[in-house]
């Protein structure tokens, strides 16, 4: 959102106890970083004083947004990252992209922390060449995975390969399959959620399905096992996406009540207790999983230069396969198979 200054608001009563900076991405309109790099760069005034993001209104304060925060330049950098290479040409590359490393980088405090070990900076040491349609910092990334998402990821080499795969990304012709494993038991086998994702104006980090305004999203799911733990219910889906919305799969299926597992973000528990009879075993120990359950497992496209087909698979990485053996083993121990 392009802010306007200077920006004023008035606090009350029923603002006494709240964040300075929760009140001010409430009003704003941008992300709680953008709203904590405007104060600390004194672009913030409580009753014409400078403040702390952590300070905590009373009511009856005069807020003021003066100006723009000067933020540092940013350009990515090479880095020596082992990258998972199932695809390569000219033109395009395509990578299992690991839990836990994000796309590109993000706000932060320190030069380091915004830009280092992310996909971008791995990419920029392994290949020579980048698309740079999507900006510096997003050198050769037509789509993106969430940090705890893993799988297949399209890297673009060059500004016309980055084009032509970005009209088919707009124009659905990209076939995406992810593999997840949700709470709980669907209703249906299968099903389409059609609605529309934007983002929380409370929580600015989640995007939700209730808010005005969003942007549309379609994803398709379908049940590939049930499974009926001491840990609790189970549903092992495939879900293909039309639409690539921020934290899609994620919002979609929390919002239907089937969190994907590990996502405490969107309601999941972080730990995973069993109950009945395997609760009383001392040995019995909680289950919990580092990153959310979902993979992007399949990718189909065609080549931006000589229009054949291009279809990958990755299965799922061993952390995963393990927690699922881990619960299809208690199912097994519970039934006395």
């Known amino acids: 959102m392009a802010l306007s200054f200077p920006v004023q608001f008035t606090t009350t009563s029923e603002h006494a106890g709240q964040r300075l900076d929760q009140f001010l991405v409430a009003r704003l309109d941008v992300s709680r970083a953008r709203v904590q790099e405007l104060i600390s760069d004194g672009k913030v005034l409580v009753n014409d004083a400078p403040a702390r993001p952590a300070l905590k209104l009373r009511g009856g304060e005069q807020v003021s947004v003066i100006g723009e925060s000067q933020r540092a330049p940013l350009k990515a950098v090479a880095e020596d990252i082992p990258l998972d290479i199932l695809y390569e040409d000219d033109d395009l590359a ?68 980055h084009r032509k795969l970005a009209a088919q990304f707009a124009d659905r012709e990209v076939k995406k399959t992810y593999i997840a494993l949700v709470h709980g038991w669907p209703k249906k086998d299968a099903g389409t959620i059609s609605a529309s994702i934007s983002r929380d104006r409370v929580r600015r980090i989640r995007m939700t399905t209730r808010g005005s305004g969003g942007r549309d999203a379609v994803s398709h799911y379908a049940v590939l096992r049930r499974l009926d733990s001491a840990f609790g219910k189970f549903s092992l889906i495939e879900v293909k996406i039309d639409t690539g919305r921020t934290h899609q799969i994620r919002v979609h299926m929390a919002s239907i009540g089937h969190p994907v597992v590990g996502d405490a973000l969107y309601g999941a528990p972080r730990e995973l207790r069993a109950a009945g009879a395997r609760a009383r075993n001392e040995a019995a120990r909680p289950l919990s999983l580092t990153r959310n359950f979902l993979h992007a497992a399949r990718l189909q496209l065609k080549h931006p230069r000589t229009g054949e087909k291009i279809a990958l698979e990755s299965p799922l990485p061993t952390e995963l396969q393990g927690f699922l053996q881990s619960l299809e083993w208690d199912v097994a121990s519970e039934t006395g198979s």
């Open 94 to 161: 395509i990578i299992n992209k690991p839990a836990g490393m994000m796309v590109h980088a993000g706000a932060g405090s320190t030069e380091d922390q915004r830009n280092r070990g992310t996909l971008v900076n791995a990419l920029l040491h392994h290949f020579a060449a980048l698309s740079g349609v999507g900006g510096e910092m997003r050198p050769g990334i037509v789509h993106r995975l969430d940090k705890e998402t893993s799988g297949l990821i399209l890297v673009a080499k060059n500004d016309d390969a």
